[in-house]
Nanobody
Framework: QSQLVESGGGLVQPGGSLRLSCAAS????????IGWFRQAPGKEREGLLC????????NAAAAVQGRVTISRDNTKNTVFLQMNSLKPEDTAIYYC?????????????????WGQGTQVTVSS
């Protein structure tokens, strides 16, 4: 059974940085694309960035472009999301997800498993 566990969220001041981790188990991690999403209160879940099984990375969502990077470590079954220059509007629950394929997709219907999420709050 696929399991994804996010960590690294918390309270950070505007302009600060966070590194989120997504630890995976229960499936052949190296063969799947993994993406990061977020959902703010009252808003739809939005995709931020994704890394394919081949290591290829999608373009970041416009709202976070230039401030976030994604990486994966197949030896540790973990994907990371580095976020810099955080803004109050980045406040949300951040989720990682395994896609059903080895490539990224903008369609949420192509997500096979979700993590439980980690809260990120950007506030002074």
């Amino acid at each position: 059974q696929s399991q994804l566990v996010e960590s690294g969220g918390g309270l950070v001041q505007p302009g600060g940085s966070l590194r989120l981790s997504c630890a995976a188990s229960g499936f052949s991690f190296a063969y799947y694309a993994i993406g990061w999403f977020r959902q703010a209160p009252g808003k739809e879940r939005e995709g931020l960035l994704c890394v394919g099984a081949d290591g290829g990375v999608t373009n970041a969502a416009a709202a976070v472009q230039g401030r976030v990077t994604i990486s994966r470590d197949n030896t540790k079954n973990t994907v990371f999301l580095q976020m810099n220059s955080l803004k109050p509007e980045d406040t949300a629950i951040y989720y990682c997800a395994r896609f059903v394929d080895n490539y990224c997709s903008p369609r949420l219907t192509r997500v096979g498993a979700w993590g439980q999420g980690t809260q990120v709050t950007v506030s002074s």
